[in-house]
């Protein structure tokens, strides 16, 4: 059986780059992870947009150390890191980052009323 990822940073960000909701193992990371957002966001579609494979669905960046999950939200404006070390199964890190996104997403719809 496979064990949870370890779960390093979530954070929603809005599309201006500022910090809607975090939660992270060390704190101070968030303000910066939530500035190149709209960034990675952008460079992502240019990428798509470039071999005519819109829309954007997600990125997933992985290196030796671990694996950084990154989706537009659907159902507000905003975007979704979540950061894992060690090694990760993408698949389960996708689930994870679902069930992030449906619980956030309830809570900044009422909040942007």
């Given at each position: 059986m496979r064990k949870q990822p370890q779960i390093q940073h979530i954070v929603v960000a809005s599309?201006?780059?500022?910090?809607?909701a975090y939660k992270a193992r060390t704190k101070g990371a968030e303000q910066q992870l939530a500035a190149v957002s709209p960034v990675l966001g952008d460079a992502g579609e240019a990428?798509?947009?470039?071999?005519?494979?819109?829309?954007?669905?997600?990125i997933v960046l992985i290196g030796s150390e671990g694996t950084a999950y990154f989706a537009r939200m659907k159902s507000v404006p905003a975007f979704l890191l979540v950061g894992a070390k060690g090694q990760v199964n993408v698949g389960l890190l996708r689930i994870i980052a679902a069930d992030i996104e449906t619980e956030a997403s309830g809570v900044i719809q009422q909040i942007l009323r």
């Open positions: 599309e201006q780059g500022l910090v809607i990428v798509f947009n470039a071999l005519s494979l819109t829309p954007l669905g997600e």
